[in-house]
């Protein structure tokens, strides 16, 4: 099981600790980092900054999401960006819900997920392929655009740049049972936004038929702390709001996620709270076994036992959130160690 560093989206402002965590992951021998992007900063610049600062570790979009550019868009970043690090460059995306792609975007939420998914990643594999023009008669991303409102002028075009590498890893953000066994068909990779190595059985499955090499990356929060309570309340901030306000109260994936993970009852009492405006309750609400079983908290000794138990699974690559160096260099010291 490979290491990653996961330093998410930024919060007011620039981050000033990322490029530092992000050089000694390097130096540690991590073998990515990945940046993300919500309603503020974009993921790509943040990952070409680090780029420009590193020489080895993979640089990964966890995640990109697909309302905010068009297929050829994010291909031309992919492949800009995989030329620039010297083939570096693994490209994560999700969909995102309806909130952020409607409230932000300012575009429709597309009535069938997986088929808009499935267009997405085909536009960007012909891109990477260059084998002649993008086409594709599709619902949502049609190449050329054909639509009543078009010219009629447009024409199916090859990239002018010859990617690096046609191959370039292409990793999904799923949550639903049939999105995740679409991404094992579709794409190289699947980014879990919730893992728990005691739980394997909710994803398996969605995770059938996998091919061999299949990449499983979930994201965990990982701190190495002598108090545990308080190495989980940034877990449970995290899954407060992103269960509780990261979604309608009749369409939120992350809430949904939980209930399937064995917390129903405690995620619609999350969702009840914070969409009532008592964020510090919602939090509260959170129970501590659910983000401890989906996290890397505790004492040295603790971290060494629970690390034992993501490797026993499918897991292929640990991305942690990691707010210090001491907890990067604790953890590479713990996997190099177990081999």
């Known amino acids: 099981m490979r290491l990653g560093l996961a330093l998410g989206y930024w919060g007011r402002g620039p981050d000033p600790r990322h490029l530092e965590l992000a050089r000694e992951a390097e130096r540690l021998g991590y073998d990515s980092v990945w940046t993300a992007e919500a309603w503020g900063s974009d993921a790509f610049t943040a990952l070409t900054w680090i780029a420009a600062h590193t020489s080895r570790i993979k640089l990964g979009t966890g995640i990109a999401q697909m309302a905010a550019r068009t297929p050829t868009a994010t291909a031309m970043h992919a492949l800009t960006l995989d030329h620039l690090s010297g083939g570096r460059m693994l490209l994560g995306l999700g969909l995102s819900g309806p909130q952020v792609v409607e409230g932000w975007y300012g575009r429709p939420f597309p009535k069938s997920p997986l088929t808009a998914t499935r267009e997405y990643v085909d536009v960007i594999r012909q891109v990477l392929r260059r084998q002649g023009p993008v086409e594709l008669a599709g619902r949502f991303h049609a190449h050329p655009y054909r639509g009543p409102d078009g010219t009629g002028l447009g024409k199916p075009l090859k990239p002018i740049t010859h990617p690096l590498r046609a191959t370039l890893p292409v990793l999904l953000g799923a949550e639903g049972p049939r999105n995740i066994a679409q991404t094992t068909r579709i794409a190289d990779g699947w980014l879990p936004l919730y893992w728990s190595p005691t739980r394997t ?42 269960i509780g306000g990261m979604g309608h109260a009749a369409r939120n994936f992350h809430a949904d996620l939980m209930a399937r993970m064995g917390y129903e009852e405690e995620a619609r009492r999350i969702q009840e709270l914070f969409l009532q405006g008592r964020k510090e309750e919602a939090v509260r609400a959170v129970p501590d076994a659910f983000a401890d079983e989906i996290s890397l908290v505790g004492p040295r000794e603790r971290i060494a036992e629970r690390l034992e138990l993501w490797r026993k699974g499918p897991v292929t690559d640990l991305l942690v959130t990691a707010p210090d160096l001491r907890t990067l260099r604790v953890l590479a010291e713990l996997n190099a160690a177990l081999g």
Not at 226 to 234: I, K, N, Q, R, T
């Open 201 to 242: 059985e909710v994803y398996r499955e969605s995770l059938a038929n996998a091919p061999d090499g299949f990449l499983i990356a979930p994201m965990a929060r990982a701190a190495v702390c002598d108090d545990l309570a308080e190495g989980l309340l940034p877990v449970k901030a995290m899954l407060g709001f992103y």
